[in-house]
T-cell receptor, first 112, second 108 residues
Framework: NAGVTQTPKFQVLKTGQSMTLQCAQDMNHNSMYWYRQDPGMGLRLIYYSASEGTTDKGEVPNGYNVSRLNKREFSLRLESAAPSQTSVYFC???????????FGPGTRLTVL | GQQLNQSPQSMFIQEGEDVSMNCTSSSIFNTWLWYKQDPGEGPVLLIALYKAGELTSNGRLTAQFGITRKDSFLNISASIPSDVGIYFCAGHPINVVFGQGTRLTINP
């Protein structure tokens, strides 16, 4: 089992460009999450999906959109990237909302 | 929203020393989780706590769910070089909230 996979691993964007971060899990988990991690700060929840077909805002949703494509996949889209979105993005999944989360390896995004 | 305060923010210790860190929240939590993050990797779960007062061990690691349900503690005994990393607490009232992390550095 691969667990949680994320693509790409690295990305450089110019201000105003758009892109989609992909995440997939093969553990048949119901819940999936997107976090960002900035230096000196913990993980901040951007969006989450409690189950297939539902998505909800987390602590820092502005500038992002998500799609729970199916039970396996949960994508994060930046419509118009800004330098403030330079960060490391982690996807995670859990059996249900209150269970332990399993994290992907992260995507390092730089917006110039 | 919920706030998690994790301390200390960083620790510099000698190999073999014991380590203690803690998290406090402004509200009651139903679950406390402790994760470790190695450089360039995603966090990995170390210990999960589900009941107030619960004390759980995982090898040299011991964590406790505070009686008030507003705090949790993680202890590492006899530290070794591979313990280096960032340790995060996380809590579940509804959404998951993460602490700011404790960066552990070990001098051999």
């Amino acid at each position: 089992n691969a667990g949680v996979t994320q693509t790409p691993k690295f990305q450089v964007l110019k201000t105003g460009q758009s892109m989609t971060l992909q995440c997939a899990q093969d553990m048949n988990h119901n819940s999936m999450y997107w976090y960002r991690q900035d230096p000196g700060m913990g993980l901040r929840l951007i969006y989450y999906s409690a189950s297939e077909g539902t998505t909800d805002k987390g602590e820092v949703p502005n500038g992002y959109n998500v799609s729970r494509l199916n039970k396996r996949e949960f994508s994060l889209r930046l419509e118009s990237a800004a330098p403030s979105q330079t960060s490391v993005y982690f996807c995670a999944s859990s059996e249900d909302l209150y269970n332990e989360q399993f994290f992907g390896p992260g995507t390092r995004l730089t917006v110039l | 929203g919920q706030q998690l305060n994790q301390s200390p923010q960083s620790m510099f210790i000698q190999e073999g020393e014991d380590v203690s860190m803690n998290c406090t929240s402004s509200s009651i939590f139903n679950t406390w989780l402790w994760y470790k993050q190695d450089p360039g990797e995603g966090p990995v779960l170390l210990i999960a706590l589900y009941k107030a007062g619960e004390l759980t061990s995982n090898g040299r690691l011991t964590a406790q769910f505070g009686i008030t349900r507003k705090d949790s503690f993680l202890n590492i005994s006899a530290s070794i070089p591979s313990d280096v990393g960032i340790y995060f607490c996380a809590g579940h009232p509804i959404n998951v909230v993460f602490g700011q992390g404790t960066r552990l550095t070990i001098n051999p």
